[in-house]
């Protein structure tokens, strides 16, 4: 049968696209055949379990939205690249065991193991849940912490960490000295950070042989401190574009 078949910009591969219905055998083959990704937002109550998913072998990209299900049979799909989860329950999914895994998108209650499969570069936290966020894995590259309520600081679990972007929105307050722990830093976002502490330690992040591929997004309010950290921040960053 015919598929909807979509591509957003941000996504490395098209899309077919199924609202309360599961593919048919003749859609399946056509996805596998083709190399797309499959998008289900909701299922009929009798395919609630997703066991269907366990004939998608050679799947590589998948989104589930607005639905509960058994979430061991995604520990069986070692094919997958790029999954996001947004379930509206929390559910406790092993992601360790994936080996392709490289980009995780979710809420992090239940799914903290993103952090520990074994090739994650890109990872976007789309609610902590209050949660503390995982030691930060050497190989990955890339961070987003959406609703950052309760994430003060970021831990890098192992020397030399490969982490080059961070964003963080909606934190109570963030300590910047704790991304000294990261060297591959070029882009720093904080938004809607209530409270910035030591602001200075962006002066000695190392920043040398970067240039001005460092950006740094200023959307944060820190009380009647702003113009002083502010001003710290631009030192930092003219610091470095003018050694260019």
Known sequence: GNIIIRQMPTENVPYAYFENVIPTDSQRAKILRNGLGLHINGVPTEQSSLDFLMSYQGLTHLNLVGMTFDPSLLASMTSLVDLRLVTGANMSVD????????????????????????????????????????????????????????????????????????????????????????????????????????AKALKHLPLDGLGCSIVVVLTTLVHSRTPRWVASLSWASSETCSSL
Do not use: M, Y
């Open 95 to 198: 992601l360790a065991g994936l080996p392709n895994l490289e980009t995780f998108a979710g809420s992090l209650a239940g799914n903290e193991s993103a952090f520990d499969a074994p090739k994650i570069r890109c990872i976007l936290i789309e609610d902590t849940d209050g949660r503390n966020i995982p030691t930060i894995p050497r190989q990955l590259r890339e961070l987003d912490l959406v609703s950052a309520r309760k994430i003060h600081a970021l831990v890098s679990r192992e020397p030399d960490s490969e982490l080059e972007r961070v964003s963080i929105e909606s934190a109570s307050r963030f300590d910047i000295g704790s991304l000294t722990a990261f060297p591959r830093l070029k882009s720093i976002s904080l938004d809607r950070v209530k409270e910035i502490h030591n």
